[in-house]
Each structure stands twice: as C-alpha cells, then as structure tokens.
C-alpha cells in the first residue's frame, strides 16, 4: 500500500520523478568513487581524498535511505522516524565533509599547516553533531510525515536543526572560499609562493569542491526558508532544491 501510494504520488509530480532517477544516479557515481579511492588510490594518509571518501560515504547514504524510503513506504509510524532520523543524520553528515574540506584548504594555504594529525576530531563532529540534531528532533517529537517522505514538522524546528546549522555552513564556507581565491589571486602575481609538494596546495580544481556545496546548498537553504516564511514553495526554488 504504501509502495502504491508512494508511486502514484512520483507518477502525478515531475519533481517527485526527477528526484528518485537522480539518486540512482548519485548512488551509482558515489559507489564509483567510493571504489576507486579503497581499490586503486595508494595514499590513504592523504586528508583530502580521506575527506572526499566521506564525503562520498554520508551522500551515499543518504541517497540509499531515500530509496528505501520509496520501497517501504510510510504508512507505519516507526518506518516513518527511522526514515526522518536517518535522512536527518545522513543529510546533516554530509554538510560537514565539505566544510572540513575547505578547513583543510584553509589550513595548508593560508595558515601554512601542512600536517594535521587529528583527524579523528573531523570523525566525532561530522558524526557526533548530526546524532545530537537527531536525538534532540527525536526528545521533542518533532518528526512525521510531510508529502512522499517524513522530515521535521514544525516550522520553528526546521529553522532549529536545519536552517540555523546550514546557513552557518553556508557563511563559514563562504568565507573560506574567498579567502583562498583571494590567496590564489596574490599567487598569480607573485605576492606569495605555495608549496605546491604539499597535497592542499590551492589550485582551481581544488576549490570547486569549495564552491559546488555552497552553491547547491544556497538552493536547498533558500527553498526552505521561503516556504517556512510564506506558507507554499516558490515553485522554481523547490524543482532546483529537489534536484
């Protein structure tokens, strides 16, 4: 009943169709990369592609438990909190990665901090911060059904657990993202000289993967808050956010 329901709702919405076909593919492209970095790349030490593996490993999950969302259904009370719960985490997880990304850039070019031997403090909070999210969402019972998923409910929450953080993430990047293309920019003129043996040497590559989450974040941060502001999507800012 639920997976009738579930499809009948995909099948009368575009935007419900594009997204399922979208996270195929990203489960498909993140197992790739997921693959390729345990299989063939030989520095594990490496703290940027370690970053890129997790980066990979919280979308996939993400990707998956939306999936199983659309497999199981709903309908059940508990189905519908395990999926909002893991959503939430995964979703939450995967801000962090990027962040830590452009901290590690941010490290190596502008503080000149070539070694960093704690990355286990990247593990406690990119996993430690999206369980407490989790388990305050939980304590309040703010988690339940919205449209073909379950998510947080209430306006104020929204903004609590999800608006509040993201936009944070959002301005940190942001600002570390200028300040290495500013740095880039002195480079190129030869006010300052990079190492480029050490692997966070900045160059343009490097910095899109600064700049795509913020961008793709900008969308997904400004869908919500205008529908928490006036009561209905923009109808534009929904299709770009769901994609």
Same mark, same amino acid.
């Given at each position: 009943?639920? +997976? ?11 935007? $419900? ?19 390729? $970095? ?10 940027? &592609?370690?970053?890129?593996? %997790?980066?990979?490993?919280?979308? @996939? !999950?993400?990707?998956? @438990? ?10 059940? #009370? ?18 962090? @990665? ?16 070539? #070694? ?6 990247? &593990? ?6 999206? +369980?407490?999210? !989790? ?7 703010? %988690? ?8 947080? =409910? ?19 990047? =942001? ?26 040497? =900045? ?12 961008? !793709? ?9 205008? #529908?928490?502001?006036?009561? #209905?999507?923009? $109808?534009? +800012? $929904?299709?770009? &956010?769901?994609?």
């Amino acid at each position: 009943r639920g +997976l009738l329901r579930g499809r009948i709702m995909v099948l009368s919405d575009p935007v $419900y169709g594009l997204v399922y076909p979208f996270l195929l593919l990203s489960i498909i492209g993140l197992s790739l990369v997921m693959i390729s $970095y345990v299989m063939f790349y030989r520095d594990k030490n490496d703290d940027l &592609h370690k970053i890129i593996f %997790y980066l990979a490993l919280s979308d @996939w !999950c993400r990707s998956v @438990w939306w999936i199983l969302t659309f497999i199981l259904g709903i309908d059940h #009370e508990y189905v519908c909190i395990a999926q909002a719960l893991g959503a939430q985490f995964f979703f939450v997880a995967s801000w962090f @990665w990027p962040l830590f990304f452009a901290v590690r850039l941010y490290m190596a070019n502008i503080l000149d901090i070539v #070694e960093f031997r704690k990355f286990w403090a990247f &593990h406690v909070v990119a996993w430690g911060f999206p +369980l407490l999210v !989790c388990l305050l969402g939980y304590t309040l019972d703010v %988690y339940g059904q919205i449209g073909l998923w379950c998510w947080v =409910t209430d306006n104020f929450y929204q903004i609590v657990l999800n608006e509040f953080p993201l936009g944070a993430m959002i301005i940190i990047q =942001t600002y570390i993202l200028i300040a290495i293309l500013y740095q880039m920019i002195r480079y190129r003129r030869g006010y300052v000289t990079i190492d480029h043996s050490n692997s966070g040497a =900045t160059s343009s590559r490097l910095v899109l993967f600064i700049a795509v989450p913020v961008f !793709c974040w900008t969308f997904g941060f400004a869908d919500r808050a205008y #529908e928490i502001v006036n009561k #209905e999507p923009l $109808y534009i +800012l $929904y299709v770009l &956010h769901s994609i």
